[in-house]
T-cell receptor, first 109, second 108 residues
Framework: EDQVTQSPEALRLQEGESSSLNCSYT??????LFWYRQDPGKGPEFLFT???AGEEKEKERLKATLTKKESFLHITAPKPEDSATYLC??????????FGSGTRLLVRP | EAQVTQNPRYLITVTGKKLTVTCSQN?????MSWYRQDPGLGLRQIYY???????DKGDVPEGYKVSRKEKRNFPLILESPSPNQTSLYFC???????FGPGTRLLVL
């Protein structure tokens, strides 16, 4: 069964304290792995797509990496404006997207 | 500017009263989806459409219908809403991973 698990469920960081969010998955025929940011009351905002193990993508303080079983979203020197829920999803061979439950990140000044 | 719009943004209704949530995209893309988001369950796909007149069930299609008569629009129809359909709904244009702003639905 296709499945995506994100950990931790919630993470509190001090401004400048780097950390990583985990997304582990099982899927039949991975077409791609997606990371999103979601602010309260808004739709998910696309961040990255990763297609194959070993691939990395960066955007400002965020860096996403991918292995055959999991992906990490590394946050370097976070700022309060990075506070949000971060969602991970995998696209199966059928083109269906399967989402994890998300990690709620709070960055304190 | 790329956009996915949904209407209404908020809706309170009663059990059994048919409703439609509209979704429109301005990107001329083919692949669109509807999701519902519930606390602790994450985003779950309701229906998706790969092209005009091509729709298919996602993970939680019971109680919902969709139509795709033109590429731009992908409405979600609840023929007889029930309280367990109270949720936050998102329409998405999948080819560039662009989500709409959401529709918060309360069924009494």
């Amino acid at each position: 069964e296709d499945q995506v698990t994100q950990s931790p469920e919630a993470l509190r960081l001090q401004e400048g304290e780097s950390s990583s969010l985990n997304c582990s998955y099982t899927v039949s025929g991975l077409r791609g792995l997606f990371w999103y940011r979601q602010d309260p009351g808004k739709g998910p905002e696309f961040l990255f797509t990763l297609y194959s193990a070993g691939e990395e993508k960066e955007k400002e303080r965020l860096k996403a990496t991918l292995t055959k079983k999991e992906s990490f979203l590394h946050i370097t020197a976070p700022k309060p404006e990075d506070s949000a829920t971060y969602l991970c999803a995998v696209q199966a061979a059928s083109y269906k997207l399967i989402f994890g439950s998300g990690t709620r990140l709070l960055v304190r000044p | 500017e790329a956009q996915v719009t949904q209407n209404p943004r908020y809706l309170i209704t009663v059990t059994g009263k048919k409703l439609t949530v509209t979704c429109s995209q301005n990107m001329n893309h083919e692949y669109m989806s509807w999701y519902r988001q519930d606390p602790g369950l994450g985003l779950r796909q309701i229906y998706y459409s790969m092209n005009v007149e091509v729709t298919d069930k996602g993970d939680v299609p019971e109680g919902y219908k969709v139509s795709r008569k033109e590429k731009r629009n992908f409405p979600l129809i609840l023929e007889s809403p029930s309280p367990n359909q109270t949720s936050l709904y998102f329409c998405a244009q999948e080819e560039t991973q662009y989500f709409g702003p959401g529709t918060r639905l309360l069924v009494l």
